[in-house]
């Protein structure tokens, strides 16, 4: 069958326009540039949203975790307030409070005589202290020789 042109076109024909049974060039190049589009868009999306995440992570904040599942909640409920209440927190520096009081009691065993942590093992758990004394007051103290060496927990990161 001859390609013919319809009596009712104009003679000269814009070059995207094609014969019938020939690839639209025009056509596959817009669909390339729609697809590296939205993958960019989407990419960009996604950076500036874990933006507060990888914020508080660069600077090793104590409050990591709350500032990713802000993060998370903003994503998953579409509610703003959380990310922008996650990039407050990822920008504030939150004092440590337990460096100085373990300072402190570090210290304060120092000055009673007793090694760095000794004084852990004398201390009362969560139910509290005895009423009545269960042992001779002498005894205790033969009992745990004060040479056994503490064992020393490393600090694990949980967000590196």
Request: zero cysteines.
């Amino acid at each position: 069958m001859a390609s013919s042109l319809n009596p009712a076109a104009p003679h000269h024909l814009p070059s995207f326009i094609t014969a019938p049974g020939e690839t639209d060039v025009l056509m596959v190049v817009v669909a390339v540039f729609l697809v590296i589009t939205v993958l960019a868009v989407g990419l960009l999306f996604l950076r500036l949203h874990t933006l507060p995440e990888r914020m508080a992570h660069k600077s090793h904040k104590l409050q990591f975790e709350i500032v990713a599942v802000l993060g998370l909640l903003a994503l998953f409920t579409h509610m703003h307030i959380f990310w922008v209440a996650g990039l407050l927190l990822a920008l504030i520096d939150i004092p440590d409070f337990g460096n100085p009081l373990r300072r402190m009691a570090g210290s304060l065993e120092k000055i009673a005589g007793m090694r760095p942590g000794e004084g852990a093992y004398e201390a009362p758990d969560e139910i509290g202290v005895d009423t009545e004394p269960t042992e001779a007051p002498g005894e205790r103290e033969a009992e745990v020789p004060k040479t056994i060496p503490l064992p020393r927990m490393p600090k694990e990161r949980t967000h590196a």
